[in-house]
Protein backbone atom coordinates (compact mmCIF):
# COMPACT_ATOMS: atom_id res chain seq x y z
CA UNK A 1 0.00 0.00 0.00
CA UNK A 2 1.43 3.34 -0.73
CA UNK A 3 0.45 6.35 1.17
CA UNK A 4 0.42 9.85 -0.55
CA UNK A 5 0.22 13.41 0.92
CA UNK A 6 -0.39 16.22 -0.95
CA UNK A 7 0.62 19.81 -0.43
CA UNK A 8 1.02 23.05 -2.47
CA UNK A 9 -2.66 24.04 -2.86
CA UNK A 10 -3.94 27.54 -2.56
CA UNK A 11 -5.17 30.65 -4.21
CA UNK A 12 -4.22 32.45 -6.92
CA UNK A 13 -4.97 35.15 -9.30
CA UNK A 14 -6.02 34.21 -13.05
CA UNK A 15 -2.99 33.77 -15.34
CA UNK A 16 -0.78 32.74 -12.09
CA UNK A 17 1.07 29.74 -11.39
CA UNK A 18 1.11 27.07 -8.62
CA UNK A 19 3.13 23.68 -7.78
CA UNK A 20 1.37 20.89 -6.38
CA UNK A 21 3.12 18.24 -4.63
CA UNK A 22 2.43 14.56 -4.22
CA UNK A 23 4.49 13.16 -1.18
CA UNK A 24 4.44 9.24 -1.08
CA UNK A 25 5.83 6.57 1.36
CA UNK A 26 6.10 2.93 0.78
CA UNK A 27 8.72 0.86 -1.10
CA UNK A 28 6.71 0.30 -4.29
CA UNK A 29 6.28 4.30 -4.95
CA UNK A 30 8.89 4.66 -6.96
CA UNK A 31 7.16 1.65 -9.23
CA UNK A 32 3.72 2.87 -9.34
CA UNK A 33 2.42 5.38 -11.70
CA UNK A 34 0.80 8.08 -10.59
CA UNK A 35 -1.67 10.39 -11.31
CA UNK A 36 -3.35 13.45 -10.64
CA UNK A 37 -7.51 13.93 -10.67
CA UNK A 38 -9.62 16.83 -9.41
CA UNK A 39 -13.11 17.74 -9.00
CA UNK A 40 -14.54 20.94 -8.51
CA UNK A 41 -17.69 21.99 -6.96
CA UNK A 42 -20.99 20.28 -7.66
CA UNK A 43 -18.84 17.71 -10.77
CA UNK A 44 -17.63 14.85 -10.96
CA UNK A 45 -13.78 13.83 -10.50
CA UNK A 46 -12.08 14.17 -13.33
CA UNK A 47 -8.56 12.71 -14.42
CA UNK A 48 -5.44 15.53 -15.13
CA UNK A 49 -2.69 14.17 -15.38
CA UNK A 50 -0.36 10.85 -15.24
CA UNK A 51 3.27 9.83 -15.06
CA UNK A 52 4.57 6.29 -15.62
CA UNK A 53 7.29 4.85 -12.69
CA UNK A 54 9.93 5.63 -14.74
CA UNK A 55 9.14 9.26 -15.79
CA UNK A 56 9.64 9.42 -18.88
CA UNK A 57 6.31 9.17 -20.02
CA UNK A 58 3.46 11.76 -18.88
CA UNK A 59 -0.74 11.63 -20.27
CA UNK A 60 -2.62 14.86 -20.04
CA UNK A 61 -6.30 15.88 -20.56
CA UNK A 62 -6.52 18.36 -23.48
CA UNK A 63 -7.62 20.99 -21.31
CA UNK A 64 -4.67 21.24 -19.69
CA UNK A 65 -1.79 20.48 -21.80
CA UNK A 66 0.89 23.52 -22.54
CA UNK A 67 -0.15 24.80 -19.21
CA UNK A 68 -0.05 22.02 -16.50
CA UNK A 69 3.54 19.50 -16.33
CA UNK A 70 3.83 16.35 -14.47
CA UNK A 71 7.18 15.14 -13.06
CA UNK A 72 8.65 13.30 -10.50
CA UNK A 73 11.47 12.58 -7.97
CA UNK A 74 11.65 8.92 -7.21
CA UNK A 75 14.88 9.89 -4.96
CA UNK A 76 12.42 12.11 -3.10
CA UNK A 77 9.31 9.43 -3.54
CA UNK A 78 7.48 12.85 -4.81
CA UNK A 79 5.59 13.72 -7.65
CA UNK A 80 4.61 17.27 -8.75
CA UNK A 81 2.27 19.23 -10.93
CA UNK A 82 3.45 22.37 -12.14
CA UNK A 83 0.33 24.42 -13.41
CA UNK A 84 0.68 27.49 -15.50
CA UNK A 85 -1.72 30.12 -16.71
CA UNK A 86 -4.33 28.94 -14.20
CA UNK A 87 -8.18 29.96 -15.19
CA UNK A 88 -10.75 30.11 -13.28
CA UNK A 89 -11.84 26.43 -14.49
CA UNK A 90 -8.91 24.86 -12.87
CA UNK A 91 -10.57 25.63 -9.51
CA UNK A 92 -11.18 21.98 -8.01
CA UNK A 93 -10.03 19.69 -5.23
CA UNK A 94 -6.89 18.26 -6.44
CA UNK A 95 -6.23 14.66 -5.43
CA UNK A 96 -3.11 12.28 -6.62
CA UNK A 97 -3.31 8.94 -7.34
CA UNK A 98 -0.92 5.69 -7.49
CA UNK A 99 -1.59 2.52 -9.30
CA UNK A 100 0.64 0.27 -11.34
CA UNK A 101 -1.08 0.24 -14.95
CA UNK A 102 0.19 3.25 -16.49
CA UNK A 103 -1.87 4.72 -19.35
CA UNK A 104 -5.07 4.68 -17.45
CA UNK A 105 -7.23 7.26 -16.84
CA UNK A 106 -9.73 5.50 -15.13
CA UNK A 107 -10.33 6.12 -11.12
CA UNK A 108 -10.51 2.44 -10.46
CA UNK A 109 -6.87 1.53 -11.55
CA UNK A 110 -5.78 3.71 -9.11
CA UNK A 111 -5.37 1.93 -5.83
CA UNK A 112 -3.82 4.64 -3.12
CA UNK A 113 -5.63 8.01 -3.12
CA UNK A 114 -4.32 11.31 -1.08
CA UNK A 115 -6.60 13.39 0.59
CA UNK A 116 -6.75 15.86 -1.79
CA UNK A 117 -5.66 19.77 -2.04
CA UNK A 118 -7.63 22.79 -2.61
CA UNK A 119 -6.99 25.03 -5.68
CA UNK A 120 -8.60 28.54 -6.33
CA UNK A 121 -8.74 30.12 -9.24
CA UNK A 122 -10.16 34.37 -8.90
CA UNK A 123 -10.61 35.93 -11.78
Known amino acids: QVQLVESGGGLVQAGGSLRLSCAGS????????VAWFRQAPGKEREFVAS????????LYTDSVKGRFTISRDNGKNTVYLQMNSLKAEDTAVYFC????????????????WGQGTQVTVSS
Open 51 to 58: IKWSGDYT
Open 97 to 112: AAGFLYGTRRESDFGS
Open 26 to 33: GRTFSNAA
